[in-house]
């Protein structure tokens, strides 16, 4: 089984608002709302969404697109304190591989979240990851034989720590779809993704 981690709980300081809850212009949903769909759409059975505590509206999309809100309270120690609280509930339910998606890289389609996972069914890889035109993005799968150096990686480095150890255990997935590659952190990163102003 592998469990899907949706990482929402950055301060959206450079964006001004909440991420997870701007509109993804193309599907209509909340960004969150589209990264939990295209992963039910995909087969993932259980999607995880990490936040900070007490984001009300956050909570209130994620039960309604059907996925479960885990609480990060440390989300000032980066984004694999994220990865963490997402990767122990994921254990406890004896997954075999976590896929990680931030909530910023909003245009992630089901078709390659379906792409990784059935890549990595294929090979004996540790990690994969999707790229386009050679560049790596996300999502991002990492089976449970390397959980255990997600847990004592440095956080200031964050998984990126885990990838490079051995590059011949990474297997990089081309896919023909650059939204794999594209953060939207600001209002002008919005504006050039999907032509309209927040």
């Known amino acids: 089984m592998v469990a899907g981690l949706i990482l ?28 939990i769909s295209a992963s039910h759409e995909a087969r993932l059975t259980t999607v995880f969404v990490i936040g ?8 209130a999309e994620v ?20 990865i963490l609280v997402g990767l122990d509930a994921a254990e406890r ?11 910023d890289v909003p245009l992630v389609s089901s078709t390659v979240i379906a792409q990784i996972v059935a890549a990595a069914n ?30 004592s990686a440095d956080p200031s480095i964050g998984a990126r720590a885990v990838v490079r ?4 255990r990474v297997l990089d997935v081309e896919v023909n779809d650059p939204g794999v590659t594209l953060d939207i952190d600001t209002p002008e990163d919005y504006r050039r993704a999907f032509g309209v102003e927040l």
């Open 8 to 35: 929402a709980a950055g301060r959206s300081t450079r964006m001004g608002r909440p991420k997870a809850l701007l509109t993804q212009v193309f599907t209509r949903r909340t960004f969150v709302a589209h990264l």
């Open 52 to 59: 900070q505590a007490a984001n009300v509206e956050l909570a």
């Open 63 to 82: 039960d309604r697109v059907g996925a479960t809100l885990l609480v990060n309270d440390t989300p000032e120690r980066g984004q694999l304190s994220s």
């Open 93 to 103: 339910l004896d997954a075999s591989a976590i896929l990680v998606m931030p909530v």
């Open 122 to 151: 294929r090979s004996d890889a540790r990690i994969v990851r999707a790229t386009h035109a050679g560049r790596h993005g996300h999502p991002v799968l990492f089976k449970r034989s390397v959980f255990d150096e997600m847990r």
């Open 165 to 168: 150890v051995d590059p011949a």
